[in-house]
């Protein structure tokens, strides 16, 4: 297994340029990959599985011991990516597909990368771990309406396919994961730490798969979806750290909300773009699946060498690791 982890970790530390080869590859050579986009919802199906593994109940302590950061954090989540998605989209004017594509992925729950994201950080690993959990599971009813308000204008969406869609792929998964877990601890525990790689792997063939199927789109649009990818992002990053600040939160929550609100599961966004839409739609979150993990990445490293100053240390989130001890090992497991 120290062969295991030591692949799980260099799989880790080069995810981003990982997929961006791939990403490559498949605009070179689409064709290659005709029929991939059929897979994308069962890809995510065992990403979220994977997911399901590293849960708790523990994780959801901090509902009860601290409701506010986490109201705050989710309705962060869950108000201001959307209205991102959907305004840097309008701003550049992207094509209606394209649109749909970015207000998706603003509409998508977190990804799990954060949370580690979030512990090298220096933030709020309980606080980021408890929003990735309770955004997931709230994202068969959060996700369909905000798409439905945002979108509907445009493109036909259909609500309630969309909730069936995301329980599928997500809260199904999801809980069969965590019941597992309950159920069967030291089998889990065995298999833990192949979860990254299967994770990576999932999230290289979404990309695979999606940039394939929309070759001749990212090679007449691609810089400009680029540029609201990271539009997107960034700003997200920004007012998630000011949401915070402004609410009075300490400095290690505002990084957890920060990173939480910035970074999205770009996976699932990417396969309800295929399903829902087209390939092309699933463009931003192919992009946003490389673009996320490197932005997290230079923050979470700029933030670890920085004081927090309000009297949290990294020894003081260290019960939150403990408590969900697999959030090392959620490395690359999005996507994220």
Same mark, same amino acid.
């Given at each position: 297994?120290? !062969?295991?982890?030591?692949?799980?970790?260099?799989?880790?530390?080069?995810?981003?340029?990982?997929?961006?080869?791939?990403?490559?590859?498949?605009?070179?050579?689409?064709?290659?990959?005709?029929?991939?986009?059929?897979?994308?919802?069962?890809?995510?199906?065992?990403?979220?599985?994977?997911?399901?593994?590293?849960?708790?109940?523990?994780?959801?302590?901090?509902?009860?011991? %601290? /409701?506010?950061?986490?109201?705050?954090?989710?309705?962060?989540?869950?108000?201001?990516?959307?209205?991102?998605?959907?305004?840097?989209?309008?701003?550049?004017?992207?094509?209606?597909?394209? !649109?749909?594509?970015?207000?998706?992925?603003?509409?998508?729950?977190?990804?799990?990368?954060?949370?580690?994201?979030?512990?090298?950080? %220096?933030?709020?690993?309980?606080?980021?771990?408890?929003?990735?959990?309770?955004?997931?599971?709230?994202?068969?009813?959060? !996700?369909?309406?905000?798409?439905?308000?945002?979108?509907?204008?445009?493109?036909?969406?259909?609500?309630?396919?969309?909730?069936?869609?995301?329980?599928?792929?997500?809260?199904?998964?999801?809980?069969?994961?965590?019941?597992?877990?309950?159920?069967?601890?030291?089998?889990?525990?065995?298999?833990?730490?192949?979860? /990254?790689?299967?994770?990576?792997? *999932?999230?290289?063939?979404?990309?695979?798969?999606?940039?394939?199927?929309?070759?001749?789109?990212?090679?007449?649009?691609?810089?400009?979806?680029?540029?609201?990818?990271?539009?997107?992002?960034?700003?997200?990053?920004?007012?998630?750290?000011?949401? *915070?600040?402004?609410?009075?939160?300490?400095?290690?929550?505002?990084?957890?909300?920060?990173?939480?609100?910035?970074?999205?599961?770009?996976?699932?966004?990417?396969?309800?773009?295929?399903?829902?839409?087209?390939?092309?739609?699933?463009?931003?979150?192919?992009?946003?699946?490389?673009?996320?993990?490197?932005?997290?990445?230079?923050?979470?490293?700029?933030?670890?060498?920085?004081?927090?100053?309000?009297?949290?240390?990294?020894?003081?989130?260290?019960?939150?690791?403990?408590?969900?001890?697999?959030?090392? %090992?959620?490395?690359?497991?999005?996507?994220?």
């Amino acid at each position: 297994m120290n !062969t295991v982890r030591q692949i799980s970790a260099f799989v880790g530390r080069w995810f981003a340029l990982i997929v961006l080869v791939a990403g490559a590859i498949a605009l070179a050579t689409p064709s290659t990959f005709d029929g991939w986009a059929a897979q994308i919802p069962l890809l995510l199906q065992i990403i979220m599985l994977g997911m399901g593994m590293t849960l708790r109940p523990s994780d959801f302590a901090i509902i009860g011991r %601290r /409701p506010w950061a986490l109201l705050l954090g989710v309705a962060a989540q869950y108000t201001l990516m959307p209205l991102l998605g959907w305004g840097i989209a309008h701003l550049l004017g992207l094509s209606a597909v394209l !649109t749909a594509g970015m207000i998706l992925v603003g509409c998508a729950p977190g990804g799990t990368a954060s949370n580690v994201m979030v512990f090298l950080a %220096r933030g709020d690993t309980a606080l980021s771990v408890a929003m990735t959990s309770v955004s997931t599971l709230l994202a068969p009813v959060m !996700t369909p309406l905000l798409v439905l308000l945002l979108v509907g204008e445009d493109l036909p969406v259909s609500a309630s396919e969309m909730f069936l869609s995301i329980v599928k792929i997500v809260l199904v998964p999801v809980l069969l994961g965590l019941v597992l877990r309950l159920l069967l601890p030291r089998l889990v525990e065995r298999v833990i730490d192949l979860l /990254p790689l299967i994770s990576v792997a *999932g999230i290289t063939a979404v990309v695979l798969a999606v940039v394939a199927g929309s070759s001749s789109t990212l090679l007449s649009v691609g810089l400009l979806v680029l540029l609201a990818v990271v539009l997107h992002n960034v700003a997200g990053l920004a007012l998630g750290y000011a949401v *915070g600040r402004v609410c009075g939160m300490p400095v290690s929550s505002r990084r957890a909300i920060s990173i939480e609100v910035g970074m999205q599961n770009s996976g699932l966004a990417a396969a309800l773009a295929t399903v829902h839409f087209s390939p092309a739609a699933a463009l931003p979150a192919a992009i946003f699946s490389v673009w996320h993990n490197v932005s997290g990445s230079v923050l979470a490293s700029y933030w670890s060498r920085r004081p927090i100053g309000d009297g949290t240390s990294l020894g003081a989130t260290a019960p939150a690791v403990s408590s969900s001890s697999s959030v090392r %090992r959620r490395e690359g497991a999005t996507d994220d």
